[in-house]
């Protein structure tokens, strides 16, 4: 029984590495395997994390990752990795990394591992499958299979072969849900200066949509020209890419203070203001707030930067707090589709077995990883899903061979 896999990105990897036994061939287009594995975690790879549950997860048919991730757990994972001699640590976060903080580790020992259950076939593109013949078409060859695995990836990061091809000679044959960009940076309405270009500080990201909060993250945000970056909006990446494809003109607020409350914040800086009543409020906020902030922080609070501690109205308190406590960015666009992490949307999992992944549409056609209309939060939840959608692929595929 020939199985062939279109992918060695971290979901084709994480299938031949399961694969024992079975006779595989893994096609890429790329000279190598796992090259998006390769820029996952900013080079380090985060592959899973410490607080793990299905509801990190988001698709037009949510339920349909339960089974998958409850299979092959993060635990689980961190299992396997040791067994293949990946050792692991994680942050206080509880993002996961192999202990050499470096993502080629572990494509490197997938790759490995990978080699010793299947041959690889690289710089191939696909151009075309014949479903009802089971023939897959490349620029080079034709391939007679018994069992399809698509490992393809979405749309993200297309220069390490995640273009999205795939997706687009499936159209016509298997639903795809409406696709967009994720875990990226975005563009807002509201600018700051060039002074505060750049700057990083630790915040609470908040997002709301229509009013109603929708995630919370307190982790780094990054002000930029373009608008907002940083770990805490790209833990609202999913929601905020979601809202924007559906025109919901979804707003972020940035508490400078989370471990503050807005009471406690105010009788704070009135203490400093009573301690040093000739100071300006520019001075009085310098031990408070990162400096390249605090001409923004002020303008949009209408306060003279040059105003003194004993001249400030309860008024202009009021608007500081405010400000401090939810300085308010209207995401108008993402920013950067080129680099986005993960791909929303997918093969619509409606048509697909969550216990197999196989099609429901097409026997001996089978998805894993970013293909499918299943993404993950930031924090190593992708990797997660690849491994997990792989094993019970390969689980069912292997019980065929027997």
Same mark, same amino acid.
């Given at each position: 029984?020939?199985?062939?896999?279109?992918?060695?990105?971290?979901?084709?990897?994480?299938?031949?590495?399961?694969?024992?036994?079975?006779? +595989?061939?893994?096609?890429?287009?790329?000279?190598?395997?796992?090259?998006?594995?390769?820029?996952?975690? @900013?080079?380090?790879?985060?592959?899973?994390?410490? @607080?793990?549950?299905?509801?990190?997860?988001?698709? $037009? @048919?949510?339920?349909?990752?339960?089974? &998958?991730?409850?299979?092959?757990?993060?635990?689980?994972?961190?299992?396997?990795?040791?067994?293949?001699?990946?050792?692991?640590?994680?942050?206080?976060?509880?993002?996961?990394?192999?202990?050499?903080?470096? &993502?080629?580790?572990?494509?490197?020992?997938?790759?490995?591992? &990978?080699?010793?259950?299947?041959?690889?076939?690289?710089?191939?593109?696909?151009?075309?499958?014949?479903?009802?013949?089971?023939?897959?078409?490349?620029?080079?060859?034709?391939?007679?299979?018994?069992? =399809?695995?698509?490992?393809?990836?979405?749309?993200?990061?297309?220069?390490?072969?995640?273009?999205?091809?795939? +997706?687009?000679?499936?159209?016509?044959?298997?639903?795809?849900?409406? =696709?967009?960009?994720?875990?990226?940076?975005?563009?807002?309405?509201?600018?700051?200066?060039?002074?505060?270009?750049?700057?990083?500080?630790? &915040?609470?990201?908040?997002?709301?949509?229509?009013?109603?909060?929708?995630?919370?993250?307190?982790?780094?945000?990054?002000?930029?020209?373009?608008?907002?970056?940083?770990?805490?909006?790209?833990?609202?990446?999913?929601?905020?890419?979601?809202?924007?494809?559906?025109?919901?003109?979804?707003?972020?607020?940035?508490? /400078? /203070?989370?471990?503050?409350?807005?009471?406690?914040?105010?009788?704070?800086?009135?203490?400093?203001?009573?301690?040093?009543?000739?100071?300006?409020?520019?001075?009085?906020? +310098?031990?408070?707030?990162?400096?390249?902030?605090?001409?923004?922080? +002020? !303008?949009?609070?209408?306060?003279?930067?040059?105003?003194?501690?004993? $001249?400030?109205?309860?008024?202009?308190?009021?608007?500081?707090?405010? !400000?401090?406590?939810?300085?308010?960015?209207?995401?108008?666009?993402?920013?950067?589709?080129?680099?986005?992490?993960?791909?929303?949307?997918?093969?619509?999992?409606?048509?697909?077995?969550?216990?197999?992944?196989?099609?429901?549409?097409?026997?001996?056609?089978?998805?894993?990883?970013?293909?499918?209309?299943?993404?993950?939060?930031?924090?190593?939840? @992708?990797?997660?899903?690849?491994?997990?959608?792989?094993?019970?692929?390969?689980?069912?595929?292997?019980?065929?061979?027997?």
């Amino acid at each position: 029984m020939k199985v062939f896999v279109i992918g060695a990105g971290v979901a084709g990897l994480a299938f031949a590495s399961f694969a024992e036994g079975l006779d +595989l061939t893994v096609i890429d287009s790329n000279d190598q395997a796992g090259r998006k594995l390769l820029a996952s975690g @900013n080079g380090r790879c985060n592959f899973t994390n410490l @607080n793990f549950s299905p509801s990190y997860y988001q698709g $037009e @048919n949510p339920d349909f990752p339960k089974y &998958a991730l409850e299979k092959f757990t993060n635990e689980d994972l961190i299992k396997y990795f040791s067994d293949l001699g990946i050792d692991s640590t994680h942050l206080p976060s509880g993002r996961c990394y192999p202990a050499t903080m470096a &993502a080629k580790t572990v494509r490197d020992i997938l790759y490995i591992s &990978a080699k010793e259950n299947a041959k690889f076939v690289f710089n191939e593109k696909i151009v075309g499958i014949d479903l009802k013949k089971k023939l897959i078409v490349s620029d080079r060859n034709k391939y007679k299979y018994d069992i =399809l695995v698509l490992a393809s990836g979405g749309i993200t990061l297309p220069n390490s072969g995640s273009d999205g091809l795939i +997706l687009d000679i499936l159209k016509d044959r298997q639903q795809v849900t409406s =696709l967009t960009y994720a875990i990226t940076n975005y563009k807002t309405k509201e600018k700051l200066s060039k002074k505060a270009k750049g700057t990083r500080i630790r &915040a609470k990201a908040s997002l709301l949509v229509r009013g109603k909060l929708i995630k919370e993250s307190t982790d780094d945000v990054i002000f930029q020209a373009y608008g907002l970056s940083g770990t805490a909006i790209l833990d609202l990446s999913n929601q905020i890419s979601i809202s924007l494809s559906k025109k919901e003109d979804p707003l972020v607020l940035i508490d /400078f /203070f989370p471990t503050y409350g807005s009471k406690d914040l105010e009788k704070r800086i009135r203490f400093l203001l009573n301690t040093y009543p000739k100071r300006s409020i520019y001075e009085v906020l +310098l031990g408070l707030v990162n400096d390249r902030l605090i001409d923004d922080i +002020l !303008i949009k609070a209408r306060i003279d930067v040059n105003k003194m501690a004993d $001249e400030l109205s309860d008024r202009d308190m009021a608007m500081l707090i405010k !400000i401090l406590k939810e300085m308010r960015f209207h995401i108008k666009d993402i920013n950067d589709k080129t680099n986005a992490q993960v791909t929303i949307g997918g093969i619509d999992t409606r048509f697909v077995d969550d216990k197999t992944m196989e099609s429901k549409k097409y026997k001996d056609l089978y998805f894993c990883g970013e293909i499918l209309d299943v993404s993950g939060s930031c924090g190593g939840y @992708n990797i997660q899903w690849a491994f997990s959608s792989a094993k019970v692929a390969c689980e069912k595929i292997r019980s065929i061979n027997v």
